[in-house]
């Protein structure tokens, strides 16, 4: 994943949230948003410097709604992690320095509440929220008649727990919407939240909610274990699962969840995982909190529910990328109440691996791609009418042959209408030519009124092509037409960036015009094979991409004034040394990389034993403990500087 698809995928992301938690009308099951924060997270790990504060990783629940009061949790209400197999489960206990003493319980599908009371006496009730601020709907919470109004402790404190309504419960309230022509709840959890969001409070009455508790905020009790305060809770008056363990090491949470995913369909509400958590109160408190999660605590999801269907047959679709990816044509069905008719069969390789044939019945999971995804062939259905699916060789848009990597099989061809206007934005781009002003609306609106066809046409714009375009003043036209002229006195490197080679970001554009410079188009695989960590797909891709590309490369030269001065790094401190840059600094990120490399450092973005360096601003954070823990050189920003002198 690059970083315009991590932007993409982020926007995505909180469409979901606001569906999900704000609107109660989900546009994603809970597998394919599960899904999507996994690649964000995994990214955004490997990509600190490119966390967008917007991520959903980076903030708890959704967004606070105009209709109610805004209340503050005295204690922060939190996430947790997901874990999905029994491999991540263990690595969560390892992370956790956990291996025994846990306390797990039935995960239920509704609505985060949080009750604060106070000498005995309820006294407000709060959704969520932020994690930090929720929704006041205190009025609704003294409709819900399990929750006790009155309890038998003066302390002040929070209990917390899911609002949630039970499946029959469910089936009459939709059928009772479908006799008055009102939209049906997508599932119970949606309509659990619907039901504590209403200004309506007669509304919230009859649609028979239950709370279940599953923790504490704010507190003063004395107990060692969650277990122990969970029996004084439950003991209060509130309802209480008949699916609680105490399990003393992985073996036996691994046993209780076989255990309740048996039970799945039997239990009278919607349940999508466990819930494990370290029992010892003094190992929490040690382990803490990362932005998001408790460290002491995971959700151990579910698995989706499959459905077979037949395969009528494959679409191919070319991505911004130019990679081609087949997607399979299903018999429609119902799946997690959704319509299925699509499902992804990732790459060709997948087919092959699967053994996959057009008629082939198959089962189709929801398990958090956009679209749904085929698990398994039932190859004993076969009646001799399953047809092989072939590799394509030319693609399917512009016909241009296709580069066949194996697992991937892309079209090199700029000039392919399905990956013309993405090539445009990633040329434009700031890391690329960096025209200043041509960012992704513009470039699409500029392409609609067909005054771009291809990258290059750029260079042709003239202020008649704006004038007539919405938004577009006389200081805007001049700004932006600056901006595309001094975009071509640009370096070499940024230009070959730029053309979106597959395999060929900035560091390895730098190399081949540190190495052969405006000659780098006349090379070979067995040249570009030479480079210095360079490996055949590398040189492959590049051989490929300029025997479709070379003649708009040398047009590109007449219309640009490219320079290279790439030049031998001099010798410093720095010089063969792994750098790893984190925290704020006073300039930019990308001035501190560029300096390093030009004294001949390597600058990496993880922590490693092989890291010589670690430049460290302020508010550091995992990387500067992990530093201090492998023993690596720490510098702070003024330690550096005095060492360029």
């Not at 709604?65 to 005295?74: A, G, M």
């Not at 513009?442 to 392409?447: K, M, N, P």
């Not at 925290?583 to 930019?588: F, M, T």
């Not at 001035?591 to 302020?618: N, P, R, W």
């Amino acid at each position: 994943m690059d970083y315009e698809q991590y932007l993409e995928k982020v926007s995505l992301a909180k469409k979901y949230v606001k569906a999900y938690y704000v609107d109660d009308k989900p546009l994603a099951s809970d597998e394919e948003y599960d899904k999507l924060l996994r690649e964000l997270k995994d990214f955004e790990s490997k990509n600190e410097s490119l966390i967008s504060k917007d991520s959903p990783t980076q903030y708890i629940g959704s967004v606070i709604q105009s209709e109610f009061k805004k209340i503050r949790h005295l204690k922060k209400m939190w996430s947790m992690e997901d874990v999905f197999d029994e491999e991540e489960l263990r690595a969560w206990a390892k992370r956790a320095r956990c291996e025994k003493g846990f306390f797990v319980e039935a995960k239920f599908d509704g609505a985060s509440l949080n009750l604060l009371y106070e000498d005995g006496k309820l006294i407000s009730g709060a959704t969520r929220g932020d994690g930090e601020v929720g929704e006041d709907i205190s009025l609704n919470v003294l409709e819900i008649d399990n929750i006790p109004k009155t309890i038998a402790y003066k302390g002040k404190i929070e209990i917390r727990g899911e609002v949630l309504i039970l499946k029959d419960d469910f089936e009459a309230l939709n059928e009772s919407r479908a006799k008055e022509a009102q939209s049906l709840f997508a599932n119970p959890r949606n309509a659990a939240s619907g039901s504590l969001r209403q200004l309506d409070t007669s509304i919230t009455r009859a649609r028979k909610l239950k709370f279940y508790p599953w923790g504490v905020g704010e507190h003063s009790l004395n107990f060692k274990k969650h277990s122990e305060i969970m029996d004084f809770i439950r003991a209060l008056g509130f309802l209480k699962d008949d699916f609680i363990r105490l399990c003393e090491n992985l073996d036996e949470v691994l046993k209780a969840y076989k255990e309740l995913l048996a039970l799945r369909d039997k239990k009278p509400m919607m349940m999508d995982g466990m819930v494990v958590r370290i029992d010892d109160l003094a190992l929490c408190e040690s382990l803490g909190y990362t932005v998001k999660f408790p460290r002491f605590m995971a959700a151990f999801k579910f698995p989706a529910l499959e459905k077979s269907t037949k395969l009528l047959g494959v679409n191919l679709q070319v991505g911004r990328s130019g990679l081609v990816t087949p997607v399979a044509v299903l018999e429609p069905v119902e799946l997690d109440g959704v319509r299925v008719s699509s499902a992804s069969l990732h790459n060709f390789d997948e087919i092959a691996r699967l053994d996959i044939r057009i008629n082939d019945y198959v089962a189709v999971i929801r398990s958090g791609d956009v679209i749904p995804k085929i698990t398994n062939v039932y190859k004993d259905r076969r009646e001799g009418k399953e047809l092989l699916i072939s590799r394509p060789r030319l693609c399917p848009v512009c016909e241009s042959e296709l580069l066949d990597e194996g697992i991937l099989i892309r079209c090199q061809n700029l000039n392919c209408e399905a990956r013309l206007v993405n090539s445009i934005i990633y040329f434009v781009s700031k890391r690329c030519m960096n025209i200043d002003g041509l960012g992704e609306s513009i470039v699409e609106l500029l392409y609609k009124h067909k005054k771009i066809s291809s990258i290059e046409s750029i260079y042709s714009l003239k202020y008649s092509d704006f004038e007539n375009l919405e938004g577009f003043k006389d200081k805007k036209i001049n700004n932006l037409l600056s901006s595309i002229e001094a975009s071509k006195d640009n370096e070499l490197f940024k230009f070959i960036s730029a053309l979106g080679i597959e395999h060929i970001g900035e560091v390895a554009a730098k190399k081949i015009a540190s190495c052969f410079s405006f000659e780098w188009l006349d090379k070979k695989k067995e040249d570009f094979e030479k480079l210095e960590g360079f490996g055949e797909q590398m040189a492959l891709s590049l051989e490929d991409f300029l025997a479709i590309n070379k003649e708009r490369i040398l047009h590109f030269y007449s219309i640009l004034r490219l320079k290279n001065t790439q030049q031998e790094s001099k010798t410093s401190i720095f010089t063969g040394k792994v750098v790893v840059i984190t925290g704020s600094l006073s300039k930019p990120r990308d001035e501190f990389k560029a300096l390093l490399e030009s004294m001949g450092a390597k600058v990496s973005s993880s922590i490693s034993a092989k890291t010589d360096f670690l430049l460290c601003g302020k508010d550091a954070g995992s990387k500067l403990e992990k530093a201090k823990a492998l023993g690596i050189k720490i510098l702070s920003e003024e330690e550096f500087n005095s060492l360029l002198v």
